[in-house]
């Protein structure tokens, strides 16, 4: 990484890219960095349909480094994971280039314009986001994903220029075709051949090629200086271990470029062993097995740390959609970062990797069409080039309810752009996420016709039941292959419960978003068709709100990643393990005798609900009487359709009275207890309880640790209104980097040592130093026990 030791400056700098510009005045800081996520939200700052009230500008970045002496002659690339927006590129003064698109992954070449030995190189960056909102959501400002400097011999395995697809695939054996591009930036001829080898997971020697030898070595072949070549090799890996979304397997493979008995270049990739397909009867197949896609979309950004996000917030993202049963991600509506690719490789997720959310046509005044007819072809052939060889890419998307859907110029761009993904990728299909296929304005046939795959956005939009739509263009289109690309979750903001006269119950607002989610899916799970959903969307966040709200609050994660009720709806129908969520609250002071909607998400066969150990009656499920057997799934069950489409709601629900003391469910399985659960009337808040999300952190000074702070009473129940002021202290090899509480409606700064309790929740995010240690942290607010945590880095 070359992520340490940068300045930065916000505003203008003028001649900022000259190496006599004196910086020592700038502000120092390591990478990745998003500067508007460090402003004050403010009405007058970007809003509404895009941004999240807060500042954006224009920034400079500039970092001083030496090349050893070692590295002479060698070439040099500086890669640039991701820059928003409108970056402009400096080395020692020369002009290495522009890229508008803030999260296109992109590279230059330095190597002519280099100092080396002693003399110092400087790299400035110009950072220009003051054109907005620019989009739907906000995106932060400035180098908000990594930098790497990359040193290589003159003679070299090209940039992206490695290839590996698996076209033969089966339990016994599987044949894997490696495409490498040598480049030869030399200025002689050279005579190269490579050496490939396959490794598995412990690093053993698994591949053979056709002669039978563990490595493939190609023949000698004459490069010319400045001419590239690509090498096509074939191995085969006996009883391969297939990658699943159940068992992500990964393999390498080990490229190595050779000058005659010299290796000047190698090269790892990481690749997986699996075949995927979407069927137009069974939807999607993975290794010829029928999966049902259970997917959400993500934005990019991580809550308090806005654009520039570690990548452990990543991880304890994905682990808590995968303990969800979540098992698939769309990356809307743009490239991500590299890691989040990597992460759903290792932990098996299954990716919608989409380009484009505009086209030539833009939904706000400033946007990526302003740069669309330039920009686009290399765009998607970056994306498509840097993320060809993550076995969790199934889909490739080129847009996200584009306007032009509905218009035959639409069809025109969308050729091309299938095209450029059939041309540089043959093995997976083409997606666009439609959202006009039932509006007055419908998506055109000859648009649909282009994709491989169609994706539906919201298919309940325009009035109708979701059956209608997929069911009409099932029978218009029998050989259309259909999956839900965004449809409706059950969202909400954590702990959506008010029974004030003038809002309402808390359950009408919610109980309409979880019939239409609960809808939604029952009709994908029963229909084999349909491949799959992605709903919008795991995690809150930041943008597409009104203020004084700062942040969309669809997610079934809040901005802190905390659980929502809605994330045990979807727990209850995508796993196994027995589970039963009851909500709301029990702590209603001054409600005693009224009626509380109790619900209950679960996958038990029956519940039975007490208030003070008095029975409010057992609830099963409709389905139950049929057979159904939730470990099969909807779409393996026998019964005839006409039952199907009267099930119940897949929820159970009492009017309860309310009385203080405790409320428990009790859940059953083929008439044995499985689960129980029970929540306890809270009494004022007494303490503070601190627990952070794991133990093992490494000290390398970019990991993480999550802290939740709880408030709870002296007997240990959470107070579920409490909104005290909690004040972080840390002591150690660490420091807080951003703050947060999940309240969409709170301006609060993130980066701050103390957040207000949303809820009785709020979280601290602690990065840790270089140096082993210890981390000790102290959660306090006036009156209360305060919480301690203390952690180890090694």
Request: proline residues 6%; hydrophobic residues 35%; negative net charge.
């Amino acid at each position: 990484m070359f992520d340490e030791d940068w300045v930065f400056f916000k505003g203008d700098a003028a001649e900022a890219q000259d190496v006599t510009c004196d910086d020592a005045d700038w502000r120092h800081l390591n990478l990745p960095h998003d500067w508007s996520i460090e402003g004050q939200f403010s009405e007058d700052h970007p809003g509404g349909p895009g941004g999240a009230y807060l500042p954006a500008g224009i920034g400079w970045y500039r970092k001083r480094f030496r090349l050893p002496e070692h590295e002479r002659g060698k070439k040099v690339l500086v890669e640039f994971d991701g820059v928003y927006k409108n970056s402009d590129v400096w080395i020692n003064g020369q002009h290495l280039g522009f890229r508008p698109y803030g999260y296109a992954s992109f590279h230059y070449d330095p190597t002519p314009y280099l100092n080396g030995g002693d003399a110092e190189n400087i790299l400035a960056v110009r950072v220009d986001n003051s054109t907005q909102p620019d989009a739907r959501w906000y995106t932060g400002s400035g180098i908000t994903r990594h930098v790497w400097l990359l040193v290589t011999d003159e003679l070299h395995i090209a940039h992206w220029g490695t290839y590996v697809t698996t076209p033969v695939v089966s339990q016994k054996l599987a044949w894997v075709v490696i495409r490498t591009r040598v480049v030869n930036e030399s200025a002689a001829d050279r005579k190269i051949a490579l050496r490939t080898t396959i490794l598995d997971a412990d690093g053993n020697v698994v591949g053979v090629d056709e002669s039978g030898k563990p490595s493939s070595i190609s023949r000698p072949h004459p490069l010319r200086a400045g001419a590239a070549h690509e090498v096509v090799q074939r191995l085969r890996v006996e009883e391969p271990r297939l990658w699943s979304v159940k068992d992500p397997y990964l393999y390498r493979v080990h490229s190595e470029l050779l000058d005659g008995d010299d290796v000047v270049d190698d090269y790892i990739t990481p690749f997986g062993i699996r075949t995927i397909r979407f069927d137009v009867d069974q939807g999607f197949l993975l290794n010829e097995q029928r999966v049902k896609i259970n997917g959400v979309c993500l934005h990019h950004n991580g809550g308090c740390l806005g654009a520039a996000v570690p990548e452990r917030v990543w991880k304890r993202r994905l682990e808590l959609l995968k303990a969800m049963g979540c098992n698939g991600i769309r990356t809307s509506h743009y490239p991500p970062a590299p890691e989040l690719l990597d992460l759903c490789d290792r932990m098996g997720f299954l990716v919608m990797d989409e380009a484009f959310d505009e086209w030539e046509e833009g939904k706000l005044e400033y946007g990526y069409h302003d740069c669309f007819a330039e920009w686009a072809t290399k765009d998607l052939q970056d994306m498509l080039h840097r993320d060809l060889n993550h076995p969790c890419v199934v889909l490739w998307s080129v847009g996200n309810e584009i306007p032009e859907q509905s218009r035959p110029e639409g069809e025109v761009i969308l050729e091309r752009l299938v095209d450029i993904v059939h041309r540089e990728d043959p093995t997976r299909p083409v997606i666009a996420a439609c959202d006009n296929i039932a509006s007055p304005m419908p998506t055109t046939e000859p648009f649909a016709a282009l994709l491989d795959v169609v994706g539906y956005n919201y298919v309940d939009r325009w009035g109708e039941r979701a059956e209608r739509y997929y069911s009409i263009d099932r029978q218009r289109y029998p050989q259309r292959r259909m999956i839900g690309s965004e449809n409706v979750s059950v969202g909400g903001v954590r702990g959506e419960y008010s029974l004030e006269p003038t809002e309402g119950w808390w359950w009408r607002p919610y109980h309409t978003r979880m019939l239409r989610a609960e809808l939604l899916w029952k009709f994908t799970c029963v229909h084999d068709y349909v491949a799959g959903d992605f709903m919008w969307t795991g995690v809150d966040y930041l943008g597409e709100a009104r203020w004084p709200h700062k942040n969309s609050s669809s997610g079934v994660l809040d901005l802190c990643g905390f659980p929502k009720d809605g994330y045990y709806f979807y727990q209850s129908q995508w796993t196994d393990e027995p589970m039963l969520h009851l909500f709301p609250h029990w702590t209603w002071p001054g409600r005693e005798g009224e009626v509380i909607p109790v619900v209950c998400y679960t996958n038990c066969d029956s519940v039975e609900l007490f208030v003070n150990e008095k029975s409010w009656g057992v609830k099963s499920f409709a389905f139950a009487h049929y057979g159904f057997d939730q470990s099969k799934g909807w779409a393996e069950q026998t019964f005839a359709p006409p039952v199907r489409a009267t099930t119940a709601d897949l929820h159970l629900a009492w009017d309860a009275v309310y009385q203080p003391g405790t409320l428990r469910a009790v859940g059953k399985k083929d008439g044995e207890v499985v689960c129980v659960q029970g929540i306890v009337t809270a009494g004022e808040p007494a303490r503070i309880e601190l627990t952070a999300d794991r133990e093992a952190i490494a000290a390398d000074g970019r990991d993480v640790v999550h802290l939740t702070a709880r408030v709870l009473d002296a007997a240990g129940n959470l107070v579920p209104a409490a909104d005290v002021l909690i004040a972080f202290e840390v002591e150690g090899e660490g420091h807080i980097i951003g703050v947060d509480n999940g309240d969409p409606a709170s301006h609060e700064p993130f980066q701050a040592s103390q957040r207000r309790a949303f809820n009785g929740l709020c979280l601290a995010i602690i990065q840790v130093s270089k140096t082993p240690g210890t981390i000790r942290v102290k959660a306090s607010a006036p009156g209360l026990t305060p919480g301690i945590v203390i952690s180890k880095t090694h």
